[in-house]
Structure formats: C-alpha cells, structure tokens
C-alpha cells in the first residue's frame, strides 16, 4: 500500500504490477483470468436471484430471489445500487450454502460481498470491463495486506476476518471505482473493517449459513457506507494497516466457542440448539 501512496499509483494498477512480477504474466493474462473469476462470480449471483436455492439443512430458503423479486419496480428503502449488492451478496452466498460453485473472496463464507458490490456497479452505473476488473484487483491488492498482517480465517480471528474483511476489501474497490485516491480507498477500508472489530463467528450447527448469509448482505452495505464516507472527506483516526492489526489481536482474543465452532453466540441460543437437533435429525 506504501507503493500506491508514494507513487501515488492507484491500488489497482499496484496490485497488477505486483502479480506481473510475482508470477511473471502479462497485464493482458491476470486481465483475463479475473474476468474468467468474474464470470464466475457472475453466474452464481445471477443464479441466485433467479431460482429459489435451497440448502439440505434447509436453513436457506431462497431469501435472494424472494428479496430481488419483491423489490423490483418498486421505491424502497434503498436505491437501486446498493438493493442490488444486497441481492447478490446474498445470491452468491446461498449458492456457495448449496455447494455450487462460487470464488471464494476472500473466503466462502463471505464470497457475496465483492461480487455484490462490484457486479451491481457494473450493471446500474458504469458497464466498462476495465473499471470491473480494477476493482476486483483494487480489493486484491488490500486483500494481500490483511493476509499478510493477519488472516482470513474465522477459527483464528473470528468473523471480522472473513466478512469485515471482504468489506473492507470492497469498501475500497468501490472508492476507487468512484475516482477515489488510493488514501481515500484505504480510509474506506479502515471504516469499514473498524466496524466489524471483535464480531463473533457463531455459525448454527457448524454451518455457513446462519448467520453467515445474512452478514454478507450487511458486509456488502457497510462497504458502501465506507465508501461514501470517504468519498467525501471523511477519514478514518486510526490508519489501515493498524486497523488490521487490531482486528488480528481482537481476533485472536475471542474465546474458542465465539471462533468458528459453533458452540457459541446464535448457535448457542434456544432456537439455534433446535435448529442443530432438526438439522442432525434429517442428516443421512
């Protein structure tokens, strides 16, 4: 991220660079390679919103399809942008619950917020592939430094791992994709992932879908909050490689049942203990 700021280069271009001199590839292959993911990315949101996906647990019921559908021609809440990310976002998610096919970014519990964010972009506000693949690579390159600082996994440092971290990531792809500087793109980041610091990973029945899906859908609309934050002049106190480091610390701090074991938080609550016992009940 120095590298962007000193030479004031955007992440993006950063990042490609970078993967040119690590794998040795043309600008032009990592171009279509993350348009190949892209593509991907894509189909699982699209399939998502157009078919009622159901999980064998059955705590997924196609809450995509019923959320886009209901919200279409209609005024809501939300502006069409952000009502979209929230219909991929949990699109792809519920797809990745019913084992298609997904990318996981950075992991597969929160593989909606990139595409959620990033796809609905591309289809309400700019169609170009150039700006679509930017911001892929914009959240790539931030993706590297929590990877590198910390972790993505959900074991290790609870959910700000996985969902706060893919925010953060998009937070930053959006920022860039608006215009934004690299050090606005790293304040949106910081915001974002400083929103998430100490979230519990609480999966019911061990499962990635309850809370899992849902947050994706929240993920994917604090990284625009983020964004637009700083878009316009705001900045985050505490900067973002420190941001990271606190949420690897914090992480690592939550006890074991509030990392991934399903032994805590909503998995641990009345109804999350019958929903365990219906879904081991219908197991095989």
Same mark, same amino acid.
């Given at each position: 991220?120095?590298?962007?700021?000193?030479?004031?280069?955007?992440?993006?271009?950063?990042?490609?660079?970078?993967?040119?001199?690590?794998?040795?590839?043309?600008?032009?292959?990592?171009?279509?390679?993350?348009?190949?993911?892209?593509?991907?990315?894509?189909?699982?949101?699209?399939?998502?919103?157009?078919?009622?996906?159901?999980?064998?647990?059955?705590?997924?019921?196609?809450?995509?399809?019923?959320?886009?559908?209901?919200?279409?021609?209609?005024?809501?809440?939300?502006?069409? @942008?952000?009502?979209?990310?929230? #219909?991929?976002? %949990? =699109?792809?998610?519920? /797809?990745? *619950? &019913?084992?298609?096919?997904?990318?996981?970014?950075?992991?597969?519990?929160?593989?909606?917020?990139?595409?959620?964010?990033?796809?609905?972009?591309?289809?309400?506000?700019?169609?170009?592939?150039?700006?679509?693949?930017?911001?892929?690579?914009?959240?790539?390159?931030?993706?590297?430094?929590?990877?590198?600082?910390?972790?993505?996994?959900?074991?290790?440092?609870?959910?700000?791992?996985?969902?706060?971290?893919?925010?953060?990531?998009?937070?930053?792809?959006?920022?860039?994709?608006?215009?934004?500087?690299?050090?606005?793109?790293?304040?949106?980041?910081?915001?974002?992932?400083?929103?998430?610091?100490?979230?519990?990973?609480?999966?019911?029945?061990?499962?990635?879908?309850?809370?899992?899906?849902?947050?994706?859908?929240?993920? @994917?609309?604090?990284?625009?909050? #983020?964004?637009? %934050? =700083?878009?316009?002049? /705001?900045? *985050? &106190?505490?900067?973002?490689?420190?941001?990271?480091?606190?949420?690897?610390?914090?992480?690592?701090?939550?006890?074991?049942?509030?990392?991934?074991?399903?032994?805590?938080?909503?998995?641990?609550?009345?109804?999350?203990?019958?929903?365990?016992?219906?879904?081991?009940?219908?197991?095989?």
């Amino acid at each position: 991220m120095q590298k962007a700021l000193n030479e004031n280069k955007s992440i993006a271009e950063t990042a490609f660079e970078f993967e040119m001199q690590k794998h040795g590839r043309t600008r032009e292959e990592i171009f279509g390679e993350m348009l190949r993911r892209i593509q991907i990315m894509r189909e699982a949101a699209h399939k998502g919103v157009r078919e009622e996906i159901t999980t064998k647990s059955g705590l997924v019921r196609g809450n995509a399809k019923k959320f886009f559908s209901s919200t279409q021609g209609k005024t809501t809440i939300l502006g069409p @942008v952000l009502r979209k990310a929230i #219909a991929y976002s %949990l =699109a792809v998610a519920e /797809v990745n *619950s &019913a084992m298609g096919l997904v990318v996981a970014a950075p992991t597969a519990g929160s593989c909606g917020i990139l595409p959620g964010a990033m796809l609905s972009l591309h289809e309400e506000i700019d169609s170009g592939r150039e700006k679509l693949v930017n911001g892929f690579m914009t959240a790539s390159g931030i993706g590297m430094v929590i990877a590198h600082r910390a972790t993505f996994a959900a074991s290790v440092a609870g959910c700000a791992a996985e969902i706060g971290a893919s925010a953060s990531m998009a937070a930053g792809a959006i920022t860039e994709f608006f215009g934004g500087t690299p050090r606005q793109a790293l304040h949106a980041s910081a915001i974002s992932l400083k929103s998430t610091l100490g979230l519990a990973c609480d999966p019911v029945g061990g499962l990635v879908e309850v809370p899992c899906n849902k947050r994706n859908a929240i993920g @994917v609309a604090n990284s625009f909050t #983020a964004a637009e %934050l =700083a878009l316009n002049g /705001v900045e *985050s &106190a505490i900067p973002f490689e420190e941001v990271v480091d606190a949420m690897y610390r914090i992480g690592k701090r939550l006890p074991s049942e509030l990392r991934e074991t399903g032994k805590g938080g909503l998995a641990a609550t009345p109804t999350g203990l019958r929903i365990i016992q219906v879904v081991n009940s219908c197991a095989p």
